[in-house]
């Protein structure tokens, strides 16, 4: 199995700045790519940014220029680091690992049970 666990969400004032991290671990063989999303109340669940094994990273258009991705891959590790904080930043965040139990076996995509931040106005 494969565990994931995000932390370093909280509140935090229009402007600020926050840091989330999520680790994997578990019996895993390799990570294709690791990735944040987000869930406002009311609201699909939307990608924030992601990053391959190789480096490559995505945004959404909405957190570019605020937001960066990075991520420890010895630790298996993926940081959120997003500076410039809105109230429309509010929402769970969730972590997603693309992995490998084995080798040879497809990837499969885990979650973390998430983790809240409260942008205040």
């Known amino acids: 199995q494969v565990q994931v666990v995000e932390s370093g969400g909280g509140l935090v004032q229009a402007g600020g700045s926050l840091r989330l991290s999520c680790a994997a671990s578990?019996?895993?063989?390799?990570?294709?790519?690791m990735g944040w999303y987000r869930q406002a109340p009311g609201k699909q669940r939307e990608l924030v940014a992601t990053i391959t094994s190789g480096g490559s990273t995505n945004y959404a258009d909405s957190v570019k220029g605020r937001f960066t991705i990075s991520r420890d891959s010895a630790k298996n590790t993926v940081y959120l680091q997003m500076n410039s904080l809105k109230p429309e930043d509010t929402a769970v965040y969730y972590c997603a690992v693309s992995a490998r139990r084995l080798p040879g076996l497809r990837p499969e995509d885990y979650w973390g049970q998430g983790t809240q931040v409260t942008v205040s106005s």
């Open positions: 578990g019996t895993i063989s390799s990570i294709n790519a």
